[in-house]
């Protein structure tokens, strides 16, 4: 079983810069592709970035390209997403887990606030 640990979400301004964390507890994080997913009150959780097992393919939704990017420490079981020119749309609860397939358990999310 993998318990993931999301941090780093905080208050920012509009056009301010966050670097995501996301700790995985468990054996196999360095075989899954993974994803940071965000979710905001009565929507639904949408992917914002992937990422595959060894790096190497990134993929990133069009609202958010050239301002997010996502990497991964295998070594040391987390994956991160660093966030500039925040808007205000960007506004949500930030989580990791697995890109696809039978996903891991929700962690508690990170909450992320851009102000106007």
């Known amino acids: 079983q993998v318990q993931l640990v999301e941090s780093g979400g905080t208050l920012v301004q509009t056009g301010g810069s966050l670097r995501l964390s996301c700790r995985a507890y468990?054996?196999?994080?360095?075989?899954?592709?993974l994803a940071w997913y965000r979710q905001t009150p009565g929507k639904e959780r949408e992917v914002v970035a992937t990422i595959s097992s060894a790096g190497r393919r990134v993929y990133y939704t069009d609202s958010v390209k050239g301002r997010f990017t996502i990497e991964r420490d295998n070594l040391k079981k987390f994956v991160y997403l660093q966030m500039n020119a925040l808007k205000p749309e960007d506004t949500a609860a930030y989580y990791c887990n697995k890109m696809d397939g039978q996903l891991w358990p929700w962690g508690q999310g990170t909450q992320v606030t851009v102000t106007s």
């Open positions: 468990g054996d196999i994080f360095s075989m899954e592709d």
